[in-house]
Nanobody, 124 residues
Framework: QVQLVESGGGLVQAGGSLRLSCAAS?????MGWFRQAPGKEREFVSA???????????YYADAVKGRFAISRDDAKNSVYLQMNSLKPEDTAIYYC?????????????????WGQGTQVTVSS
């Protein structure tokens, strides 16, 4: 069982930036971020996937392309989400997700491990 611990959420004004971090207790091949706004379903934000050839791929939801950037530090079993040009509609609880498989999935059922979530609030 892999444990995920997120950090870095907070309150920021529109146009500002935040960096989320997620540390895993074990090795994973795919790590990603989802978010859930009040009254809405959880949605995919971004993911980092190592392929079997040690090439990596990154994926982004259309709503965050060009504003968010995902990165990974394998030495720390960690993934990061740099969020720039934040908008009020980015307000949500952000969840880190991971799996030991190399997958391409925007659905939460594709991930085996989940963090507790970190609140991101963007004021207008």
């Amino acid at each position: 069982q892999v444990q995920l611990v997120e950090s870095g959420g907070g309150l920021v004004q529109a146009g500002g930036s935040l960096r989320l971090s997620c540390a895993a207790s074990g090795r994973t091949l795919t790590m990603g971020w989802f978010r859930q706004a009040p009254g809405k379903e959880r949605e995919f934000v971004s993911a980092w996937r190592w392929s079997t050839s040690r090439t990596y791929y990154t994926y982004y939801a259309d709503a965050v392309k060009g504003r968010f950037a995902i990165s990974r530090d394998d030495a720390k079993n960690s993934v990061y989400l740099q969020m720039n040009s934040l908008k009020p509609e980015d307000t949500a609880i952000y969840y880190c997700a991971a799996t030991g498989r190399s997958i391409w999935s925007t659905e939460d059922k594709g991930y085996d491990y989940w963090g507790q979530g970190t609140q991101v609030t963007v004021s207008s």
